[in-house]
Nanobody
Framework: QVQLVESGGGAVQAGGSLRLSCAAA????????MAWFRQAPGKEREGVAV???????DYADSVKGRFTISKDNAKNTLYLQINSAKPEDTAMYYC??????????????????????WGQGTQVTVSS
């Protein structure tokens, strides 16, 4: 498994921006799938963005046009750029990875069962 460490969370006003980072250590997956999830209190964990090894991406409808997932292979780091933040974006954000190629179903790619490695999370709070 790969160890994942998120950073970059914090408090931001509505309309503001944040960039989250996820540093991967250990067995770095060469053909794997990586994603960002979030979980708000009392709600289920939801996938917000996923990127395959070739750089193809998928986003949840709620974040399309505002969030951007990217990665730096040389640094083994995954990023999530959050723009035009909304109070409903407030949640703990988690990085996830799996050694297998991304699932062919977009819905499954954005589901937590597709991943076998998880970070500890970083909190994002958006105030109105």
């Amino acid at each position: 498994q790969v160890q994942l460490v998120e950073s970059g969370g914090g408090a931001v006003q509505a309309g503001g921006s944040l960039r989250l980072s996820c540093a991967a250590a250990g067995d770095t997956y060469t053909r794997g799938c990586m994603a960002w999830f979030r979980q708000a209190p009392g709600k289920e964990r939801e996938g917000v963005a996923v990127m395959d090894y070739d750089g193809n991406t998928d986003y949840a409808d709620s974040v399309k046009g505002r969030f951007t997932i990217s990665k730096d292979n040389a640094k083994n780091t995954l990023y999530l750029q959050i723009n035009s933040a909304k109070p409903e974006d407030t949640a703990m954000y988690y990085c996830a990875a799996d050694s297998r190629a991304c699932h062919p179903s977009a819905a499954r790619r954005l589901g937590p069962s597709a991943y076998n490695s998880w970070g500890q999370g970083t909190q994002v709070t958006v105030s109105s």
